[in-house]
């Protein structure tokens, strides 16, 4: 026995992206991807989406700053960082095949850069001044697809709260947007203008402002059809003390990995079990949660129902939320109920012989990512993380840069089949995040997006009984 083997393991590829719905052209490489074939919905879209009209809330004399920016997703650029990965950006009609422009342009008053040096609360300040421009660029609604917030360095005291308050103004914007239903992308001085590789400014800008009007720039090239994917979140919302509400946040996802809408499901917090901090549904409210997830996806899907169902969240399934996911889908085939845990013990290094001594030492590179190890039972350790050397130029490619990548633990409470068919479903669904231009995630988009809803969800004033897209909340 070789003492420096690895246990049993596998190896699962790495997963194929598509482009294009009747050519059926696919890459690993997201980016490379949108570069030789053009996104997903330009067959859907073409003839509709030409043009991104982008409205703007800016501080008083900083138009042109944000105007040159938009400026720069016309022209190419080369990059300077990543560059086993990322590759050249030549301009945003050349890979989406849309123009963007500025539309409607709304300058702060120039007393806000006053208010935010000498108010004692300045993300109060700011906030409102912030919450008040939303609001009167709402009116005007028709005239843009996107809204942009600039927020400058200057005003990097009214970011988040003073002690003790739980505050932070990107997700307050995005609550405000969101409440009225307009998308809108943050922009950052020390990310967006003063960022050195302009090409990944332009990469990361590109994606979002095309997925927020509407665009779809791709999707998973192997899924099986009929399959639908759950992700759940819980956020506690409410003012003082104690919170008042438990917010139980499902977002439903169809077989290609693309996220539809979500919607959130509030309760009384007496009315929900606690472990520590976590929450447990009673049968009778995961029935509830479940049931609005399969209308949800029947809307979406001409009244069909999923022959499989996948529901991802990050503590264990009780048996009365297992009891009431069987009761809602029980028209269902297979439904899988799946724990991601993101914090293991697990670590690992990859071995190389030596070709002096024969004997084992640590390579360059780590371990490779979708290494998956069943640690038996319906255990299994999944590394989303890890050497991608089929999507680098150069045979090599570690998003982290350093240090040892961790794994998933995934940890089955209900379904059959396989181990690798949910663990392969995890790895496709990390390429699934349209918020940047990563190759992958750690975690998966269900519960990566799942924390987002959370964070947002708890500052919204009010949650209407309606589904929202989640590119609101992008």
């Known amino acids: 026995m070789n003492p420096d083997a690895f246990p049993a393991h596998r190896l699962l590829r790495e997963p194929q992206l598509l482009f294009d719905p009747e050519r059926r052209e696919s890459d690993v490489h997201p980016l490379r991807g949108l570069v030789r074939f053009g996104p997903f919905s330009t067959a859907l879209l073409g003839p509709v989406l030409r043009e991104i009209r982008v409205g703007a809330v800016v501080p008083s004399g900083d138009e042109s700053v944000v105007g040159n920016l938009i400026g720069e997703l016309a022209r190419a650029h080369r990059p300077r960082e990543r560059m086993q990965y990322l590759p050249r950006f030549p301009g945003i009609r050349a890979v989406f095949g849309v123009d963007v422009r500025f539309s409607a342009v709304l300058p702060l008053p120039p007393g806000v850069d006053a208010e935010v040096r000498s108010a004692d609360r300045p993300h109060l300040a700011l906030a409102n001044r912030l919450g008040e421009a939303v609001s009167a660029l709402a009116a005007r609604r028709t005239e843009f697809d996107v809204l942009v917030l600039y927020l400058p360095t200057r005003w990097e005291r009214g970011f988040y ?131 609005r997830s399969l209308a949800l996806y029947q809307q979406r899907h001409g009244g069909r129902v999923p022959r499989r169902v996948v529901v991802h969240k990050t503590t264990e399934f009780r048996p009365a939320e297992r009891e009431g996911s069987f009761d809602a889908w029980g028209a269902v085939d297979r439904v899988d109920l799946i724990q991601i845990q993101q914090d293991t013990p697990w670590r690992s290094l990859k071995m190389v012989e030596n070709p002096q001594t024969h004997r084992g030492r640590a390579d360059r590179w780590p371990v490779e990512r979708g290494t998956m190890l069943h640690l038996g039972g319906q255990d299994v350790l999944l590394w989303t993380q890890g050497d991608a050397p089929s999507a680098a130029e150069g045979g090599h490619f570690f998003k982290e840069g350093r240090g040892i990548p961790r794994p998933l633990l995934l940890r089955r409470f209900a379904g059959d089949g396989p181990a690798d068919e949910f663990s392969r479903d995890v790895l496709a669904l990390t390429k699934m995040n349209w918020n940047n231009d990563a190759l992958y995630d750690l975690l998966p988009t269900t519960l990566e997006y799942a924390s987002t809803l959370a964070r947002v969800i708890r500052r919204m004033p009010q949650l209407a009984p309606r589904p929202y897209p989640f590119r609101l909340f992008m």
Not at 271 to 281: I, M, S, W
């Open 161 to 291: 709260g003073g002690p003790g308050e739980d505050f932070d103004l990107h997700d307050f914007l995005k609550a405000v947007t969101a409440s009225q239903g307009i998308p809108s992308q943050v922009l950052l001085q020390s990310k967006a203008i003063e960022y050195p590789c302009r090409c990944s400014v332009a990469w990361r800008l590109g994606i979002a402002l095309y997925v927020k009007s509407g665009g779809v720039p791709w999707k998973i090239a192997d899924a099986s059809p009929e399959t639908a994917f759950v992700g759940l979140s819980y956020a506690l919302r409410g003012n003082g003390e104690e919170p008042r509400f438990v917010t139980c946040c499902s977002q439903v996802f169809d077989a290609d990995g693309a996220g539809l809408e979500f919607i959130a499901y509030e309760m009384d917090r007496g009315d929900v079990a606690f472990r520590g901090e976590n929450p447990y549904l009673s049968r009778d409210q995961m029935r509830a949660v479940m049931a």
